[in-house]
């Protein structure tokens, strides 16, 4: 409360009052995605601090910077003991899901906690911070001293990039591999031109998919996690096992996508990276630590020659041009006689999607099979435009990631894809879209299933399906009791007039699509027909 009734005259700062705290959390992590500062969030003591562990866990598995700001409460409080009597309780959870996790005791701690709270977040691999403030000391009084933050402009290492540049030139054929940190350091043109100078294939992961545009004719694909069995990627393949030193951009080498692709077995590698780390792999390795814009820009001029931005075409290239064209006529082969399918096939209501939106649009996805679907077939073509979980996964994302997503964007068209699990675990901050006349327009892949859940008991379990049916829901209803529009599709030849309305309206829509569960993913379908030039 005090420190609400401070915002009440800080007309700067724009306070969202959200309804569920991790929906405020997953909104401050967008926030942090797409500009490049830490988003804010504020919870109150206990359970509003709890109920937001989910979020900031999300944001430090993705590299979000992000400040979570909790009340709490200390010994001398009458009020909300803490859990157990322990004081430190919030202090000490939040500290293995943050950079830094720290109690402010004392109002002259105030000010410099929260400027090393700002610089942390932003700092080596952005992350959440969190600091909590005893109601005690929001209430006290001190002198603000005249303090100029300090934002250090991040060195570069030279040393390792003379080296880098070396092996490149000694190199035959490079690929690249992409994580999210390139989004995070808004390194997508650096990473482009660095590409584009030594005509290296770009491989990207399944959270940086928008890290590297979907046309242009180096983009080699994108790696998911999952990528055991028929998820293998024959393009990704191709591209790895035919090159003899992998350049890894923004990639934590103990993610699994990263750890996968180097199980394809690069001779050399180069990893530019934010912050050192202790992780140990077996290829050999020149590691490159700091910003990553600048030692992209760097590398790019100690590389980057007339004779070799003219280098031809090699067969690689060649190659991996076919194979994009075979999986692009295989995707659209699909659904392309499930255009009056009913229920409606998951992977036309993603198509659809990609048609009727801008090259620039905005799209939020949550967890669940309609993810994998979107992943296939709507295509990214500029940074931060593809918004998912992470690593860490968690449901309920896309609702309060399409809405952080408009406040930031407001020009940009903003789509939140979901499912009606996912859906069910955020739709509290529906009332928020509105309250804020946000025109974003979500759409829920309603099939009443749990539908990955659904899949793996049937594939793993013999069928034995349990916990996986969920009530009939109409969404559409839902959103008109709030002020949104809602319309319900269950024919899809309504879908892309629905959707083109929903795009130009003025107000939040949502579009509850009746979609089947039972299509296998487009992606195992496709990959498991289609060998590598490799071979697999």
């Known amino acids: 409360m005090p420190i609400y009734d401070a915002l009440h005259d800080e007309p700067s700062i724009k306070t969202i009052a959200v309804k569920h705290e991790e929906n405020a959390a997953v909104m401050a992590d967008v926030y942090g995605r797409l500009t490049g500062e830490p988003g804010v ?13 989910t979020g900031v866990a999300q944001a430090f598995a993705a590299s979000s910077p992000l400040v979570h700001i909790s009340g709490t409460v200390s010994g001398s409080d009458e009020l909300f003991h803490g859990v157990g009597g322990d004081p430190l309780f919030l202090q000490e959870m939040f500290q293995r899901i943050t950079k830094w996790s720290d109690r402010i005791e004392s109002p002259d701690r105030i000010q410099s906690a929260t400027m090393k709270a700002f610089e942390l977040a932003s700092a080596g691999r952005k992350g959440p911070i969190h600091i909590e403030i005893p109601l005690r000391v929001q209430r006290a009084e001190c002198e603000l001293r005249q303090i100029k933050p300090v934002y250090p402009r991040p060195k570069i290492d030279r040393n390792s990039l003379i080296r880098a540049q070396s092996v490149i030139a000694r190199a035959q054929q490079y690929v690249i591999f992409a994580g999210e940190e390139v989004l995070r350091y808004s390194a997508s043109s650096e990473l482009l031109e660095l590409a584009e100078t030594i005509r290296a294939p770009v491989v990207v992961s399944d959270s940086s998919i928008d890290a590297f545009p979907h046309d242009h004719p180096l983009f080699a694909g994108y790696l998911p996690g999952n990528y055991d069995g028929p998820y293998r990627n024959p393009i990704v393949q191709t591209a790895v096992k ?18 996968i692709i180097l199980s394809l077995g690069p001779k050399k590698c180069v990893n530019i990276t934010s912050e050192r780390t202790s992780h140990r792999v077996r290829v050999p390795m020149i590691n490159v630590v700091g910003n990553i814009a600048r030692s992209l820009t760097t590398l790019v001029e100690l590389v980057g020659s007339s004779q070799q931005k003219k280098r031809p075409e090699s067969s690689l290239l060649q190659d991996l041009a076919q194979q994009k064209q075979m999986i692009s006529e295989a995707l659209e082969r699909i659904i392309s006689d499930k255009v009056t399918a009913s229920p409606i096939h998951p992977g036309l209501v993603a198509a659809t999607v990609r048609r009727l939106t801008d090259r620039h649009a905005i799209i939020a996805t949550d967890v669940g099979t309609h993810a994998i679907w979107v ?35 407001p020009e940009q068209q903003v789509v939140a894809v979901t499912g009606d699990g996912g859906f069910l675990m955020s739709l509290a901050d529906l009332p928020t879209a509105v309250e804020n006349r946000l025109n974003i327009v979500v759409v829920v892949m309603n099939d009443s299933k749990y539908g990955m859940i659904w899949r793996m008991q049937g594939e793993e379990y013999r069928g034995r399906h349990i916990g996986v049916d969920l009530a009939p829901s109409n969404f559409a209803s839902l959103a008109q009791s709030f002020g949104a ?52």
């Open 41 to 53: 969030c504020l919870v109150t003591a206990g359970p509003g601090a709890t109920n937001s562990v």
């Open 242 to 259: 035919k090159a003899d030193l992998m350049l890894l951009v923004g990639a934590r080498l103990e993610a699994p996508e990263t750890s």
């Open 375 to 409: 992943r296939d077939y709507f295509h990214a073509y500029e940074p931060n435009t593809y918004l998912e979980t992470g690593n860490y996964g968690s449901m309920g994302f896309a609702l309060p990631a399409a809405i952080a997503a408009k406040l930031v964007r």
């Open 485 to 536: 529009a809602g319309v319900r599709i269950d024919d899809p030849r309504d879908l892309a007039p629905a959707l083109r309305e929903a795009l130009t309206d003025d107000k939040m829509t949502v579009i509850d699509v009746l979609t089947d569960h039972r299509p296998d993913y487009a992606c195992r379908e496709i990959f498991k027909h289609t060998p590598s030039q490799a071979g697999s």
